[in-house]
């Protein structure tokens, strides 16, 4: 029996994604039409009631973050985060090579109910290709009057993991360093140029469309209750199907990995997967029938994150793939903060020791100590999360360090 | 190629524009030279030390010549475990070259990087941000022929 349930993604492959004409003959901007027939408080009160929540990974309830704008400012920004730099992670890329419009018509749709006029796009470095496609898009929604007065423009990062967070984005589109901010304020009330500004993931803003058109509570019915609505997610690593499903959210990790991906190639045993990216915990065999959704992962440890879903087999080196993680984050972290810039420094350095078969119990002893430091003294989400796969790695797969040391 | 004084000048009343800036000066050079920095700093009225630290922060960014191509290897945990370090040895081989090096001629420079989002095809390299996946040692040569 198969999960999947293309709803961003019904278009895929049926239509020219940059065509707004030919998004329209499919259905579509009528969410966004209806959004701009129903009073303010109403449009809020359906994209709340829907249950929607973020799919950046933070997974804060979309109606909610919305609500915290200021009505009385004049100008506000709607800014696409689409900066998706979790490795293992192309579910955005995806979205936008097949229903880009989706995206276009959710930022205006978030643009009726916070009264703006202007939207961002933040697009990774890495996707120039995909800059291309919306500005095509964006050029061909406002040729055919879809969008009205809603105008979007598309800005290009340059390689920096940490502008996935959304101060640090914001920061990047003003022409600085992609710090992270201190919060409060946060950018509901203070966020692009001083300007209360709603941030939400591209297939965060994806879902609207469909919800207005469907209604909130066909959307609140999908899934699971408290984390409803479909899901992408990217396969990668030791599994046969390596791929991308969108799927409901009450999907189990089992069915994700065995059913959809097609199990382990090579009749290979499973060893662990790491879900949501490269700042997700690694998930022992024994929790595989959790749902996806973002409260069951917490309830394991783990996060739903982006919906990237590593897979390990059971020939893989765990010490060698979290050492090569520590090296990720120590590249990666700003140097804003010192418990992220020392942090991933010593991670990695520990990491690598263990690694070269030179470690001992202590150098564990000190990893939990130095995750839990980072954990809460962090600035932002990348220092915070950035411990999770070696403390989750010495949890459930100790002996393989253990292994290492003499 | 284009002055990067007026490719400056383009992005001057661009909100945030510093940074578009540097990527329409990239798209030209490849890299960005030192003397459009200070250019670029003149121009969006910050001091050179400002300049110099938005660029540096940027992984895509690169102050000072590099290659005309530029090889990018993917070496996050995906690409990894699907044997990025023999991409890395086959082009190293064929282009005579270490990783963060630029062959004599100037046509090739070979740079880490993080996950690029092509992951349905590890291992993953870019050339001039263009993706090649289920890159293998054997296909290296073919893959750089279209650049020689």
Same mark, same amino acid.
């Given at each position: 029996?198969?999960?999947?349930?293309?709803?961003?993604?019904?278009?895929?492959?049926?239509?020219?994604?940059?065509?707004? #004409?030919?998004?329209?003959?499919?259905?579509?901007?009528?969410? *966004?039409?209806?959004?701009?027939?129903?009073?303010?408080?109403?449009?809020?009160?359906?994209?709340?009631?829907?249950?929607?929540?973020?799919?950046?990974?933070?997974?804060?309830?979309?109606?909610?973050?919305?609500?915290?704008?200021?009505?009385?400012?004049?100008?506000?920004?709607?800014?696409?985060?689409?900066?998706?730099?979790?490795? !293992?992670?192309?579910?955005?890329?995806?979205?936008?090579?097949?229903?880009?419009?989706?995206?276009?018509?959710?930022?205006?749709?978030?643009?009726?109910?916070?009264?703006?006029?202007?939207?961002?796009?933040?697009?990774?470095?890495?996707?120039?290709?995909?800059?291309?496609?919306?500005?095509?898009?964006?050029?061909?929604?406002?040729?055919?009057?879809?969008?009205?007065?809603?105008?979007?423009?598309?800005?290009?990062? #340059? !390689?920096?993991?940490?502008?996935?967070?959304?101060?640090?984005?914001?920061?990047?589109?003003?022409?600085?360093?992609?710090?992270?901010?201190?919060?409060?304020?946060?950018?509901?009330?203070?966020?692009?140029?001083?300007?209360?500004?709603?941030?939400?993931?591209?297939?965060?803003?994806?879902?609207?469309?469909?919800?207005?058109?469907?209604?909130?509570?066909?959307?609140?019915?999908?899934?699971?209750?408290?984390?409803?609505?479909?899901?992408?997610?990217?396969?990668?690593?030791?599994?046969?199907?390596?791929?991308?499903?969108?799927?409901?959210?009450?999907?189990?990790?089992?069915?994700?990995?065995?059913?959809?991906?097609?199990?382990?190639?090579?009749?290979?045993?499973?060893?662990?997967?790491?879900? !949501? !990216?490269?700042?997700? #915990?690694?998930?022992?065999?024994?929790?595989?029938?959790?749902?996806?959704?973002?409260?069951?992962?917490?309830?394991?440890?783990?996060?739903?994150?982006?919906?990237?879903?590593?897979? *390990?087999?059971?020939?893989?080196?765990?010490?060698?793939?979290?050492?090569?993680?520590?090296?990720?984050?120590?590249?990666?972290?700003?140097?804003?903060?010192?418990?992220?810039?020392?942090?991933?420094?010593?991670?990695?350095?520990?990491?690598?020791?263990?690694?070269?078969?030179?470690?001992?119990?202590?150098?564990?002893?000190?990893?939990?100590?130095?995750?839990?430091?980072?954990?809460?003294?962090?600035?932002?989400?990348?220092?915070?999360?950035?411990?999770?796969?070696?403390?989750?790695?010495?949890?459930?797969?100790?002996?393989?360090?253990?292994?290492?040391?003499? | 190629?284009?002055?990067?004084?007026?490719?400056?000048?383009?992005?001057?009343?661009?909100?945030?524009?510093?940074?578009?800036?540097?990527?329409?000066?990239?798209?030209?050079?490849?890299?960005?030279?030192?003397?459009?920095? *200070?250019?670029?700093?003149?121009?969006?009225?910050?001091?050179?030390?400002?300049?110099?630290?938005?660029?540096?922060?940027?992984?895509? *960014?690169?102050?000072?010549?590099?290659?005309?191509?530029?090889?990018?290897?993917?070496?996050?945990?995906?690409?990894?475990? #699907?044997?990025?370090?023999?991409?890395?040895?086959?082009?190293?081989?064929?282009?005579?070259?270490?990783?963060?090096?630029?062959?004599?001629?100037?046509?090739?420079?070979?740079?880490?990087?993080?996950?690029?989002?092509?992951?349905?095809?590890?291992?993953?390299?870019?050339?001039?941000?263009?993706?090649?996946?289920?890159?293998?040692?054997?296909?290296?040569?073919?893959?750089?022929?279209?650049?020689?």
């Amino acid at each position: 029996m198969t999960k999947e349930m293309p709803v961003l993604l019904a278009n895929a492959g049926k239509i020219n994604p940059t065509s707004a #004409a030919e998004y329209i003959a499919a259905g579509g901007y009528q969410g *966004l039409q209806k959004a701009r027939q129903m009073d303010r408080a109403a449009l809020l009160q359906e994209v709340k009631a829907s249950g929607l929540r973020g799919r950046g990974g933070a997974g804060f309830n979309a109606g909610m973050k919305w609500g915290f704008v200021p009505q009385a400012a004049p100008v506000k920004y709607v800014v696409c985060n689409l900066d998706e730099g979790e490795p !293992g992670t192309y579910k955005d890329r995806i979205i936008c090579q097949n229903n880009a419009h989706a995206l276009l018509e959710g930022m205006a749709i978030c643009g009726a109910a916070i009264s703006s006029q202007q939207g961002y796009i933040y697009c990774r470095g890495e996707y120039p290709f995909v800059v291309d496609l919306l500005r095509k898009a964006i050029a061909s929604a406002k040729e055919s009057g879809a969008l009205g007065s809603f105008d979007i423009e598309v800005r290009m990062g #340059a !390689g920096a993991y940490v502008c996935g967070e959304e101060t640090a984005l914001i920061e990047s589109i003003e022409g600085h360093r992609g710090e992270p901010r201190f919060k409060p304020p946060f950018p509901g009330v203070e966020g692009l140029w001083k300007a209360p500004t709603v941030v939400n993931n591209v297939e965060t803003f994806a879902c609207l469309p469909y919800i207005l058109v469907n209604g909130a509570s066909w959307f609140a019915g999908i899934g699971a209750p408290k984390y409803p609505g479909t899901k992408i997610v990217t396969l990668t690593g030791d599994i046969n199907n390596r791929t991308f499903f969108e799927v409901p959210t009450d999907i189990t990790l089992r069915e994700v990995i065995f059913d959809l991906g097609g199990g382990i190639p090579g009749g290979k045993k499973f060893k662990a997967v790491q879900v !949501g !990216g490269t700042s997700g #915990a690694f998930i022992p065999e024994k929790d595989l029938d959790t749902p996806i959704d973002f409260d069951s992962m917490g309830t394991i440890g783990a996060a739903l994150g982006s919906g990237a879903v590593l897979v *390990l087999d059971e020939t893989r080196d765990i010490v060698d793939v979290v050492a090569r993680i520590s090296k990720f984050f120590e590249h990666e972290s700003c140097g804003k903060c010192n418990p992220c810039r020392e942090g991933t420094f010593r991670c990695r350095e520990i990491m690598e020791k263990i690694n070269a078969g030179r470690g001992n119990e202590n150098d564990i002893e000190n990893l939990l100590l130095l995750s839990r430091v980072m954990q809460k003294a962090a600035l932002c989400g990348l220092g915070q999360a950035a411990p999770s796969p070696i403390e989750s790695t010495i949890k459930h797969f100790r002996p393989e360090y253990l292994q290492k040391m003499n | 190629m284009a002055d990067y004084k007026e490719i400056i000048k383009a992005c001057k009343d661009v909100p945030g524009g510093l940074i578009e800036a540097y990527h329409a000066i990239q798209k030209e050079y490849s890299y960005i030279p030192e003397e459009a920095l *200070l250019e670029a700093a003149k121009v969006f009225k910050v001091s050179a030390a400002q300049a110099y630290g938005v660029a540096t922060f940027y992984s895509y *960014l690169k102050v000072g010549k590099r290659g005309k191509n530029v090889i990018r290897i993917c070496a996050s945990a995906p690409c990894h475990i #699907a044997g990025a370090d023999k991409v890395v040895a086959a082009l190293e081989k064929e282009l005579g070259i270490k990783m963060g090096q630029t062959t004599a001629d100037g046509k090739f420079t070979l740079e880490f990087t993080e996950c690029v989002g092509q992951c349905q095809a590890t291992p993953v390299i870019t050339i001039n941000s263009t993706p090649y996946g289920d890159v293998t040692g054997e296909k290296v040569a073919a893959i750089l022929a279209e650049y020689k």
